[in-house]
């Protein structure tokens, strides 16, 4: 099963712009890249995914690495609201086993 | 309103007594699946179903089973809990592409004394 790496843990201050990174480097090239969130006390909930081009929605953007190596979830004014945990994984057609990992914990610092 | 639904949201129960965590969504995805989530653990994968009648496991299926009769439950049974098994339940579902997002229920707290 392909594998993302996350760091653990981000701060950032409110109203910047805040970049999450993910490295998956066995990706293949059927595997979509999709991000998660997960705030206190909730599910996670969807916030963007993409498989080759760039990607944007009214939550973030999603930047994907030309070797589709890594990829970059982009908030960009961070608000309170945006604390939680941010999941990075991939899903393919070929198998539908979706291992979530840790995440990175992002603190918005007023 | 599209959504997941997960009974109980928190349950105590003792070792060795059968029990079951319901799952439902409305929104026709064939895709269904469970998780539990620990400290530093994150969200690992249980069961899942890719439709009716058909089931899998995940990476952590020990000690768990899972039935798809109807295309909108996926039910969870744990017909002999364990104190291990204390965790944090979330079920999710979607549909079948790979690239449809997942939609998860607001999760059920298991203590097992």
């Known amino acids: 099963d392909a594998k993302t790496t996350q760091p653990n843990s981000m701060e950032s201050n409110e109203e910047e712009p805040v970049h999450l990174p993910c490295n998956h480097s066995?990706?293949?090239?059927?595997?979509?890249i999709h991000w998660y969130r997960q705030l206190p006390s909730q599910g996670p909930e969807y916030v963007i995914h993409g498989l080759t081009s760039n990607v944007n929605n009214r939550m973030a953007s999603l930047a994907i690495a030309e070797d589709r190596k890594s990829s970059t979830l982009i908030l960009h004014r961070a608000t309170l609201r945006d604390a939680a945990v941010y999941y990075c994984i991939l899903t393919a057609g070929g198998y539908q086993k979706v291992t979530f990992g840790i995440g990175t914990k992002l603190q918005v610092i007023p | 309103e599209a959504q997941v639904t997960q009974n109980p949201r928190y349950l105590i129960t003792v070792t060795g007594k059968k029990l079951t965590v319901t799952c439902s969504q409305n929104m026709n995805h064939e895709y269904m699946s469970w998780y539990r989530q620990d400290p530093g653990l994150g969200l690992r994968q249980i069961y899942y179903s890719m439709n009716v009648e058909v089931t899998d496991k995940g990476d952590v299926p020990e000690g768990y089973k899972v039935s798809r009769k109807e295309k909108r439950n996926f039910p969870l049974i744990l017909e002999s809990p364990s104190p291990n098994q204390t965790s944090l339940y979330f079920c999710?579902?979607?549909?079948?592409?790979?690239?449809?997002?997942?939609?998860f229920g607001n999760g059920t707290r298991l203590t097992v004394t």
């Open positions: 066995t990706i293949s090239g059927t595997d979509y």
């Open positions: 999710a579902s979607r549909w079948g592409q790979p690239n449809s997002p997942l939609h």
